[in-house]
């Protein structure tokens, strides 16, 4: 049984940061990939940020390239997505995602496992 359980969500003024861990359960480090991806009240889930285990390429969505960072700490299990420079329009829930198998990173249907998600909020 395969758990992804993602912290660190909350509420943060435009310019400021936060930090999304998503800690992994059930199984070994042994994922094809990881990703963050978030979504809002009506609108389809968006891919945000991933990671492929194997060579450690790393994807990120246009809207958020230069302020996002995804890692990862394998002695812990967990993989981060570190954001900078906030704008209101990052609300959203972000959910954690794992892949088992090659498939495209950068879309919903290339996951097997998901979060049950996280808020962030961003306002003054």
Known sequence: QVQLVESGGGL???GGSLTLSCATSGRAF???AMGW??????????FVAANRWSG????YADSVKGRFTISRDNAKNTVYL?????KPEDT?????????SQRQVTGTA????WGQGTQVT???
Do not use: H, I, W
């Open 82 to 86: 570190q954001m900078n420079s906030l």
């Open 37 to 46: 991806f978030r979504q809002t009240p009506g609108k389809e889930r968006e």
């Open 92 to 100: 959203a829930v972000y959910y954690c995602a794992a892949a088992r």
């Open 56 to 59: 450690g390429n790393t994807y």
């Open 12 to 14: 943060v003024q435009p």
């Open 30 to 32: 042994s994922f094809y």
């Open 122 to 124: 961003v306002s003054s």
């Open 110 to 113: 290339g996951y097997d496992y």
